[in-house]
């Protein structure tokens, strides 16, 4: 456990579904991200929350939703998604420049 | 061009061997370099993490910075089967709270009994 939790580690839906991945942090961190890593990209940064606040959208299509209702919590929420939307997201936090620390990441399958 | 190359592998040593991992960036301005592991089907995992130019040793890893080339390196000493995953370079700017790191592709290792 790192801390870090991503629920559920797998989802498959369909393009006309809404979904919503889960995050939770229990190391005290002010910062969380959403990453998306697909397969021989780098990881792809999606928002930035700093103390509850977006700070940072990365031009991420609106089929993307997210929602920080506390430092301790963030939600993906999913609607009308391609089947290249199928990746890796991964959740992480931070207090500091020096690093992150990941969960295990949610495999989405869109069909 | 990307801000950041890293050679994908995948990267096939025996047993004992040394690995090189390496990754060279574009943008001057970052200060803070990171070395993640990652296995299958997990996220990615902080390893080792430098401040600017320089050297760090921790047991049989060490990460080498050399800002002037704008070039880092991994060394891994006497491998082990259980090092066999993904290594991602990654580094920041140093923003405060919420950096953003900007990552390499990663590059599979794969150490062989």
Not at chain 1, 32 to 39: E, F, H, L, P, R
Not at chain 2, 1 to 26: F, H, M, R, W
Request: aromatic share 12%; proline share 5%; charged share 20%.
């Amino acid at each position: 456990e790192t801390g870090v939790t991503q629920t559920p580690r797998h989802l498959v839906m369909g393009m006309t579904n809404k979904k919503s991945l889960k995050c939770e942090q229990h190391l005290g961190h002010n910062a969380m991200y959403w990453y998306k890593q697909s397969a021989k990209k780098p990881l792809e940064l999606m928002f930035v929350y700093n103390f509850k606040e977006q700070t940072e959208n990365n031009s991420v299509p609106s089929r993307f939703s997210p929602e920080c209702p506390n430092s301790s919590h963030l939600f993906l929420h999913l609607h009308t998604l391609q089947p290249e939307d199928s990746a890796l997201y991964l959740c992480a936090s931070s207090q500091d420049s020096i690093g992150y620390t990941f969960g295990s990441g949610t495999r989405l399958t869109v069909v | 061009q990307k801000e950041v190359e890293q050679d994908p592998g995948p990267l096939s040593v025996p047993e004992g061997a040394i690995v090189s991992l390496n990754c060279t960036y574009s943008n001057s301005a970052f200060q803070y370099f990171m070395w993640y592991r990652q296995y299958s089907r997990k996220g990615p995992e902080l390893l080792m993490y430098t401040y600017s130019s320089g050297n760090k040793e921790d047991g049989r890893f060490t990460a080498q910075v050399d800002k002037s080339s704008k070039y880092i390196s991994l060394f891994i000493r006497d491998s082990q089967p259980s090092d066999s995953a993904t290594y991602l370079c990654a580094m920041s700017l140093p923003t405060g709270t919420a950096s953003k790191l900007t990552f390499g592709t990663g590059t599979r290792l794969q150490v062989m009994l």
